[in-house]
């Protein structure tokens, strides 16, 4: 996973553990925080651009998922 577009003058460091923000609606529902997508394991930055970005490892392997469960509330 590559995250990119993070702020210069944003601190990340290498085997820093990247967890989601969350943004759940007035009903709870939505992405949750604190769900842990990897850790940083290669951070490209160069200080004469505005951003850098970050190579992630996850523990899962995307490319043999394939089947996802969606759980709506109704």
């Known amino acids: 996973i590559i995250f990119d577009h ?3 003058t944003d601190k990340i ?7 989601t923000k969350g943004e759940l609606n007035a009903q709870g529902m939505g992405i949750p925080p604190g769900l842990i997508l990897g850790s940083i394991t290669k951070i490209n930055k160069l200080e004469s651009k505005p951003f850098q970005n ?3 490892s ?13 759980v709506i509330e109704t």
């Open 13 to 19: 460091s290498m085997n820093e553990k990247v967890v």
């Open 6 to 8: 993070i702020v210069i």
């Open 58 to 70: 996850t523990p899962l392997n995307l490319g043999k998922i394939s089947t996802v469960f969606v």
């Open 54 to 56: 970050a190579l992630i």
